[in-house]
């Protein structure tokens, strides 16, 4: 067919308006598959939608279309739905002669206002959930509609989707492959499939088609609209098709599936049986999509809209193809409620009648008791990774505790979150960033190697190969158990391969036969010896290195597929106990902890391992740290870890006795700071090294009086939060108190004064406070300040203002002091403290948060002068500070910065990130400031007129976590996000913090209008 001369025009939309409903509106034109669609715009009114057919349509399908409208508006269902508009002469359908004398049917709907489902930026759980919930509703009011008319041959009617079968020479491999596998399966399943329940549903429940709230954080799937494909077929298909659009776009169609079917359940429940069938559904709709598009290609090249699915949907069709369909049968029938497995409790019943000895499985080793082992993500037993990653060592351990238990096998780690699988190897992107297979789904029973296996009940050979390569299974047998009630299989891994690969498959193992023995490493996947002994239900489609580990949010179906190994061998000690939930942890804090000890994100994370640049919460997802400068040189570095390890072994005493750690950190530290500053002294917090480095001012100027920035913080000691405008200007702050004179926050881009050349401004503002002092006729003690003024919103003091204010405090007998707590360390890049951006030594050095990795140890550096003054007799006594752990520790972490680099490292990667993040900021100019030094940045959201955005800042915080990203929030107006990562953060890191921070950006709620 010309497409041009079916083609309606939007004048000639709007002539027919007038002329058939006497109506005057504007019409624009709308994509539309088959009919030509037009809005109807009204003033002040939701106005129409206007549906004008093809050439010589069926009128009989039309009446249909409305009868279904007009059933819709009259079913109990609180359901929104276009609504029949009748013309002039009371008729729901009217005819008209079009310019080449072709007959065409005239049908006019209400406008259901909302934008649509495809414009939904991000499409998150609660939203999907939504949209199965709105299509169930509608399925459900459509139960008791039928139609002579929806009974008819239509190519896009899953149920006869085989037509495709006839098309496939339009594709190449790998594309045919895809298609007819799916073709093939269905086809199998044809019995089944046509006997499923069957209803009129509206089949096309897509992208564009469902109408959403306006609310851009929670947004809501409202109504249906265009039931022009509307069938009488399988009840289900409505689902599959909503589950073909729905997921794409997302990484992992299955997860992104479940949240649509779970919604369509909750309002119309689904049948087992239909569940079953949903995978090869949702597979057959998009198997139909392909091949339309292929075929509209050729037939009508003009019109994009016929193919505008077919990218999305092969993207979908090529991941679909390697999702195990028994796994997604599983998967759908967690969402909706039922046993993963449907013979979990078969299983289970069965297991609970034969019980087994450990003896039955290791008949060599004469032993049935169990001493459990924990070796999750948490286990203090595994320890560091670089010890775990150490066979030798593992081994050692091991045996050590073998030696403890003689009466004991070790076993365990059944559903345990393991830190070994926790290595990038494991990784995928999922649809909410990174996801570890971390979950353990057999027990390890850890045994000497040759120990041998045996067999608890007779097993047919089912696999029995070499699972060659690191942390694979090495020598692997699996059985199959066909038992009066229930088929299961059991799993040996880490044999040696001869004993493994000597059973053939096919081969029929006795109860109590030899299965193989205990390999040793690395024949045995590179692993101290032992079994990993699992219980599955189904093989999904494995025949080698079927998994042993699960990613966390697959674990509830894995959990179902593979039974506790422990339901067959019942040892006491491998009970599951009650473990602590998050929920418990919260309830405790908040009854037992002070009030005042906030929780960070709106979902607190459990946070129990860290590794450089990633904190690991108790399930072993790993999240991107780009907020603890604590970590300095990477959580749980190994050497600094080692360096407290050793020294706490040895002795740990208060610094009034000799000891060479304390000089040692004296040295390292001296080595990088300027000539002058050559004194320390070793306190165990930033607090209290600026609550000394106070005490030293006043004992040197005999002044009280100091001056500080506005929205400076520098501790929570008494004296600290007197010099905190941060705190005292902030909530249940009462203010300055009287020897505390504060300036304006030096910030050139929303500050009191603005722009490239505010030092002299800023400058005048610290002399003012010096003439106040001066006015109450006493003097200045300090000036202290950081050199970027962190919880003011990595605020860069303005170039050269350091200079004159030290030089106007200096004149007016007043100390300088410089607060590196968070600064310091190598983090600026260029320098290796703070203080050196600015061409100033200042008198006091005070030194925090990066010092110790972790560990409570902070200085003050001062110069001879300072010191010698503050030695006025008084012994300046610290019970912790300067001990020889906590000097260990600093000393190991000073000389990890300066053996790795770790400054050159934030200097390179750092200028990296700003550049890319002033990029970002071109693409979104909410982002109104990028700004700070080396690895320690901020970026500052603004609206058009620089107001603050607080919400959209504390959103991208939020979000960034639920893609495995952590970020922070500071400035007075909570509107900066702050960068400042432990110094071993990598380009690639970075590149992957813009990634998200871009795909975040794009959201409705971060698309505020400037
Ligand atoms: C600039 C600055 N100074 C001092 C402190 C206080 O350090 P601490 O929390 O170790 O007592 C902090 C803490 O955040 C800080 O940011």
Redesign the pocket.
């Known amino acids: 067919m010309d497409y041009k001369t079916i083609k309606i025009t939007t004048s000639e939309a709007e002539k027919i308006l007038f002329e058939l409903y006497n109506i005057k509106g504007k019409a624009s034109s709308l994509p539309g598959y088959i009919d030509f669609n037009f809005r109807i715009k009204i003033e002040n009114e939701e106005g129409y939608i206007l549906k004008i057919s093809r050439p010589d349509e069926n009128k009989k399908y039309l009446e249909f279309q409305q009868d279904l409208l007009q059933s819709i508006e009259a079913s109990d269902e609180n359901l929104i739905a276009p609504k029949v508009i009748k013309d002039k002469n009371n008729n729901s359908i009217s005819e008209i002669t079009d310019a080449f004398g072709k007959r065409r049917f005239v049908r006019m709907l209400t406008w259901v206002s909302g934008s649509v489902w495809s414009s939904v930026n991000p499409q998150l759980e609660d939203f999907r959930f939504s949209l199965g919930e709105q299509c169930g509703i509608l399925t459900k009011a459509l139960q008791s509609f039928d139609h002579p008319e929806a009974h008819y041959t239509f190519e896009w009617d899953i149920a006869q989707s085989l037509w495709t079968k006839e098309h496939l020479h339009l594709f190449s491999e790998p594309k045919k492959e895809i298609l007819s596998y799916h073709q093939d399966k269905f086809e199998a399943i044809q019995t089944s499939y046509t006997k499923l329940r069957k209803s009129v549903v509206h089949n096309d429940p897509n992208d564009n088609n469902i109408i959403v709230s306006s609310d851009v954080l929670h947004p809501r799937a409202k109504a249906a609209i265009d039931y022009g494909d509307a069938i009488y077929t399988q009840t289900i298909n409505d689902v599959a098709i909503l589950c073909a659009y729905g997921v794409m776009e997302h990484n992992d169609s299955l997860d992104a599936s479940l949240a649509l079917v779970k919604g369509y359940h909750s309002t119309f429940p689904l049948e087992e049986i239909e569940l079953e069938h949903l995978y090869h559904a949702i597979a057959m709709r998009l198997v139909i999509i392909a091949t339309k598009s292929a075929m509209n290609k050729i037939e009508e090249p003009d019109n994009e809209y016929l193919w505008i699915s077919e990218k999305p949907a092969w993207e979908v069709l090529e991941k679909w193809r390697l999702i195990s369909p028994d796994f997604a049968h599983y998967s759908f029938r967690e969402a909706c409620g039922f046993t993963p497995h449907p013979n979990e409790e078969l299983f289970g019943q069965w297991a609970s009648n034969h019980p087994f000895q450990l003896s039955e499985l290791f008949p060599s080793i004469h032993l049935n008791k169990v001493h459990p082992i924990d070796l999750s993500v948490s286990s203090t037993w595994m320890g560091h990774q670089e010890e775990f990653s150490n066979m030798d060592w593992f081994q050692f351990k091991m045996k050590q505790l073998q030696g403890e238990v003689p009466n004991n096998i070790i076993a365990g780690g059944y559903l345990e979150p393991r830190p070994i699988y926790t290595s990038s190897a494991y990784d995928r992107i999922g649809n909410y960033g990174r996801e570890s297979r971390s979950i353990h789904l057999g027990i390890d029973y850890w045994l000497p190697a040759e120990t041998p296996i045996h067999t608890l009940l007779e097993g047919e050979v089912v696999i029995a190969i070499n699972d060659a390569g690191d942390k694979e299974y090495g020598g692997l047998v699996i059985l199959k158990h066909q038992t009066e009630t229930v088929t299961f299989y059991t799993l040996y891994g880490h044999l040696s391969v001869k004993s493994a690969t000597k059973n053939k498959i096919g081969d029929i193992l006795k109860k109590g036969s030899k299965i193989g023995a205990l390999g040793n490493y690395p024949e045995n996947g590179n692993w101290p010896p032992h079994l990993h002994f699992q219980v599955m239900l189904s093989l999904l489609g494995f025949n080698v290195d079927y998994p042993g580990v699960a990613y966390f949010s697959e674990m509830e179906v894995w959990k179902s597929i593979c039974p506790d190994p422990n339901l067959l061998i019942k040892s006491e000690a491998l009970q599951k106990k009650e473990k602590t939930t998050q929920r418990d942890l919260i309830n405790y804090r908040k009854k037992y902890l002070g009030k005042s000890l906030s929780l960070q994100y709106k979902v607190p994370v459990e946070m129990v391992r860290g590794a450089g640049q990633y904190l690991m919460d108790s399930m072993g997802r790993k999240y991107l740290d780009t907020v603890n400068n604590v970590a300095h040189v990477g959580h749980e570095n190994y050497a600094v870890v080692k360096a407290g390890q050793e020294q706490m072994a040895l002795i740990n005493t208060n610094s009034r006795y000799l000891h060479k750690n304390i000089n040692a950190l004296a040295e390292e530290l001296i080595e990088t700071l300027a000539p002058e500053l050559n004194v320390l002294h070793f306190v165990n917090?930033?607090?209290?090294?600026?609550e000394l480095a106070i005490r030293m001012a006043k004992a040197v100027t005999g002044k009280k009086d100091i001056i500080a920035s506005e929205v400076?913080?520098?501790?929570?000691?008494n004296m600290?939060i007197d010099i905190s405008s941060y705190k005292f200007d902030g909530k249940g702050g009462k203010g300055a108190p009287e020897h505390t004179h504060i300036f304006p926050l030096p910030d050139a881009f929303r500050g009191k004064y603005r722009g490239n050349h505010t030092a002299d401004d800023y400058v005048n503002e610290v002399q003012k406070q010096i003439e106040n002092i001066k006015n109450k006729g006493r003097n200045v003690g300090a000036f202290i300040i950081?050199p970027i003024i962190?919880?003011g919103g990595q605020i860069e003091l303005p170039e050269g203002f350091l200079a004159k204010a030290y030089q106007m405090v200096r004149e007016a007998g007043g100390i300088c002091i410089s607060?590196e707590?968070?600064?310091g360390c190598g983090r600026m890049g260029k320098t290796f403290w703070g203080f050196q951006l600015h061409d100033v030594v200042p008198d006091i050095v005070?030194i925090?948060?990066p010092l110790g990795n972790g560990h409570?140890i902070?200085a003050v550096a001062c110069t001879q002068e300072v010191a010698d003054k503050f030695a006025n007799g008084m012994e300046y006594f610290n019970t912790f500070g300067g001990n020889p752990v906590s000097c260990a520790i600093a000393t190991e972490v000073i000389r990890t910065v300066k053996r790795e680099k770790l400054q050159k490292n934030a200097l390179v990667v750092g200028e990296f990130l700003k550049s890319e993040l002033k990029k970002l900021s071109k693409d979104f100019p909410i982002i109104g400031e990028v700004r700070g030094q080396g690895l320690f940045l901020g970026i500052e959201l603004v609206d058009a007129n620089l107001n603050p955005l607080e919400a959209q800042t504390d959103y991208i915080a939020n979000r960034m976590k639920d893609h495995g990203i952590l970020m922070s929030t500071d400035g007075p107006d909570h509107n900066v996000l702050k960068i400042k990562p432990p110094l071993v953060f990598t380009k690639e890191n970075a590149e992957e913090l813009i990634y998200y921070l871009r795909k975040i950006f794009t959201e409705d709620f971060m698309m505020i209008l400037l």
């Open positions: 917090s930033g607090s209290e090294a600026n400076g913080y520098h501790g929570n000691s600290c950081e962190s919880c607060d707590v968070q600064t005070t925090g948060k409570p902070a």
